[in-house]
């Protein structure tokens, strides 16, 4: 109820011919003003913006080429880096295994070479002691010569009594030689 009787008080919905001419010519003149002023930079700001965006665009796609190149670059000299470093690692156990062995027969050489003197030193002392054990002997047999003869002989007649004594024993073990 209330709204007939507002649209019947109001002018709006009357038709007037002078008014939609004047409408019109307004919207047209309006039109073509934004045209001219406000709908170029408008474009232009969108094409603008337009070209911006596909430029973005392309940089990124050339950005991601490039760090998807980069990125196998990367992996290419991690890579490298891996096999580089195992062959210094397997060169380093080589060289480690080689100077191991190198000590080793050093050290063999040396515990052969310490045998060795060792050895010569047992026989020469093992010698020294036949020789004195032979001395002593000779003195002991002189000694108990000439208690038994009980007459003095003189030292050289002794020495040879008590040599020919020694001579005849029979040869000590371990390869001693006779006193000639």
Same mark, same amino acid.
């Given at each position: 109820?209330?709204?007939?009787? &507002?649209?019947?008080?109001? *002018?709006?919905?009357?038709?007037?011919?002078?008014?939609?001419? +004047? =409408? @019109? &010519? =307004?919207?047209? /003149?309006?039109?073509?003003?934004?045209? +001219?002023?406000? +709908?170029?930079? /408008?474009? #232009?700001? &969108? $094409?603008?913006?337009?070209?911006?965006?596909?430029? *973005?665009?392309?940089?990124?796609?050339? !950005?991601?080429? !490039?760090?998807?190149?980069?990125?196998? $670059?990367?992996?290419?000299?991690?890579?490298?880096?891996?096999?580089?470093?195992?062959? @210094?690692?397997?060169?380093?156990?080589?060289?480690?295994?080689?100077?191991?062995?190198?000590?080793? %027969?050093?050290?063999?050489?040396?515990?052969? %070479?310490?045998?060795? *003197? %060792?050895?010569?030193?047992?026989?020469?002392?093992? *010698?020294?002691?036949?020789?004195?054990?032979?001395?002593? =002997?000779?003195? @002991?047999?002189?000694?108990? %010569?000439?208690?038994? @003869?009980?007459?003095?002989?003189? !030292? =050289?007649?002794?020495?040879?009594?008590? $040599?020919?004594? &020694?001579?005849?024993?029979?040869?000590?073990?371990?390869?001693? !030689?006779?006193? #000639?």
């Amino acid at each position: 109820m209330f709204l007939p009787n &507002v649209l019947a008080a109001s *002018s709006f919905v009357e038709v007037r011919p002078g008014l939609i001419f +004047w =409408t @019109l &010519v =307004t919207f047209i /003149i309006v039109a073509i003003i934004l045209r +001219w002023k406000a +709908w170029g930079p /408008i474009l #232009s700001l &969108v $094409e603008e913006r337009e070209k911006q965006i596909a430029s *973005s665009i392309e940089a990124a796609k050339r !950005e991601r080429a !490039e760090a998807e190149k980069l990125l196998a $670059e990367q992996k290419t000299a991690i890579a490298e880096a891996r096999r580089e470093a195992q062959e @210094l690692l397997r060169r380093n156990q080589q060289e480690v295994e080689k100077f191991r062995e190198d000590l080793m %027969a050093k050290s063999r050489k040396e515990a052969d %070479a310490f045998k060795a *003197s %060792a050895q010569r030193e047992i026989e020469e002392q093992k *010698s020294k002691a036949i020789a004195e054990v032979k001395a002593m =002997t000779v003195d @002991l047999a002189m000694e108990v %010569a000439g208690k038994l @003869l009980n007459e003095r002989l003189d !030292e =050289t007649k002794h020495r040879a009594l008590a $040599e020919q004594f &020694v001579q005849g024993l029979p040869p000590a073990k371990g390869g001693a !030689e006779r006193r #000639s």
